[in-house]
């Protein structure tokens, strides 16, 4: 073999190195590429208060439409803690979760404040409701008296329900006050030794239909507008929206979409809803998406806003009665993260 021949194979080798190097130099930046997407991600806990349900839909539709992935956020969703969520979230264990109004107040007021905020309503309006069934012939507040009333132990609850009797003229101390085991509204009612107990609109009413149940209901917003307090809203740590506003405004402007989306599409966000937790009853659920989804953000400026006058009244009238030690106005909640 000649030299010219063996310098020809020596260019087409050093060729043949150069093109496969390049080709793995590329696979590898395309493969760092591919990684680092998915390392970009910033993980994001969110808490529940409770089983998944439809208060939780727009979550779920957030989730499932790649709503937060487009936000760089890999979201996780947790069940409650056994502590509470508003601790979790307290402690850093989770960025956000979901709470109550009632819960953060006391929170707040304790002597050792927890450092969490409100950063987002739910829904807009409270959908607290009292029910009985229709041959009790509870169609008022006062009807409760010599009544007996099942209770969930809730700090708020005999508060509430002695403000709306009293407005209607009626006198609490004739209530029969028994503790509701469980959660079962509709048993408690059948059972013959209850005759009203306090369940949300969006949620039991359609258990109650569902069973071909008659019933009376009325809203507690509807007797005393001291009592359209937010129930539920999604709290946030303080130390995280200090260090972390962006990923703060990123969660909730996605979880803003999710929500938006189950108000318009609420059969398609009823299904999203039932995929993630196919141990709910899917006619239970697409009757409660049907009530719930025009009342996410109902006659808000936008979904997730937290009007301070009413904020501050519940606050107030929590204060006067009693159930927290110290005042505190339009503490607790905050608009500053939600996408405008």
């Known amino acids: 073999m000649n030299w010219k021949k063996i310098f020809g194979f020596m260019v087409i080798a050093l060729c043949i190195v150069v093109s496969l190097s390049g080709c793995a130099e590329s696979s590898d930046v395309n493969d760092g590429e591919a990684n680092n997407d998915v390392d970009a991600l910033t993980p994001v806990t969110l808490m529940l208060d409770w089983t998944p349900n439809t208060n939780h839909t ?8 790649g709503y937060y992935e487009e936000a760089g956020l890999d979201v996780d969703i947790l069940q409650p803690a056994e502590d509470g969520t508003e601790m979790a979230v307290a402690t850093g264990q989770a960025e956000f979760g979901v709470s109550f109004q009632e819960v ?7 002597d050792e404040p927890l450092p969490i905020t409100a950063v987002a309503a739910v829904i807009d309006h409270n959908t607290s409701t009292l029910i009985s069934l229709k041959e009790s012939n509870i169609t008022s507040f006062k009807d409760l008296e010599n009544a007996t009333y099942a209770s969930w ?5 005999l508060a509430v329900v002695r403000q709306c009797m009293e407005i209607q003229g009626g006198d609490f101390d004739t209530v029969n006050v028994v503790p509701a085991p469980g959660v079962d509204a509709i048993g408690l009612l059948q059972g013959g030794d209850v005759d009203a107990v306090w369940v949300y609109e969006a949620w039991e009413l359609p258990m109650f239909d569902l069973a071909g149940l008659e019933y009376n209901a009325i809203r507690f917003r509807d007797v005393a507008p001291e009592l359209d307090y937010y129930t539920p809203v999604l709290i946030a740590g303080n130390q995280f ?3 972390q506003p962006d990923v703060a405004k990123a969660f909730l402007a996605a979880t803003s979409k999710g929500y938006q989306f189950a108000a318009e599409n609420p059969a398609e966000a009823a299904d999203i809803l039932c995929e993630a937790a196919p141990e709910l009853n899917e006619e239970l659920v697409d009757k409660s998406q049907e009530i719930i989804s025009p009342l996410y953000q109902d006659d808000a400026p936008y979904w997730g806003y937290i009007d301070e006058a009413r904020w501050q009244t519940f606050n107030d009238w929590f204060y006067d009665q009693g159930l927290i030690s110290r005042e505190i106005g339009a503490e607790g909640y905050t608009n500053d993260y939600l996408p405008q």
């Open 241 to 243: 929206l200090e260090e």
């Open 58 to 65: 727009g979550v779920y539709v957030a989730l499932a439409k």
């Open 153 to 157: 132990g809730a700090l708020a609850e």
């Open 104 to 110: 953060l107040a006391s929170a707040l007021a304790a």
